[in-house]
């Protein structure tokens, strides 16, 4: 199991290795993750890595060409598009919309 830690909501709670983030979010609004698009357009649903990028999958394209549009660094992903790879300690604070 990983645990799941955001901010800046402070919820945190545990998930399987090969969750889907926005999954994740779903069941949780407590997690308090803004989605829109869910497709890795629209850039709503960026997230700071704070702990633990290692345990995410890696960013596809179409997911980096729209982190690329918001000039954020290599720590920032789009929660509707990570998956958990990996056990251990995850910390993700939303992004504020520009
Ligand atoms: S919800 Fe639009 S990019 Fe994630």
Same mark, same amino acid.
């Given at each position: 199991m990983t645990t799941v830690r955001f901010l800046p909501s402070g919820y945190t709670c545990e998930v399987k290795v090969g969750t889907a983030l926005v999954d994740t %979010? &779903? #069941?949780h609004p407590e997690a308090e993750?803004?989605?829109s698009c869910r497709s890795a357009s629209c850039g709503t649903? /960026?997230? /700071?890595?704070? #702990? *633990?990028a290692a345990l995410?999958?890696?960013? +596809? &394209?179409d #997911? @980096? &060409?729209?982190l690329?549009?918001? *000039? &954020? *660094?290599?720590?920032v /992903? @789009?929660? %509707?598009q990570v +998956?958990?790879?990996g056990e251990g300690s995850l910390v993700l604070e939303v992004v504020e919309p520009q």
């Open positions: %979010c &779903d #069941e993750v803004p989605f649903c /960026r997230v /700071r890595v704070k #702990e *633990g995410l999958s890696k960013a +596809q &394209d #997911e @980096l &060409d729209v690329d549009v918001f *000039g &954020d *660094g290599k720590d /992903r @789009l929660c %509707c +998956q958990v790879v």
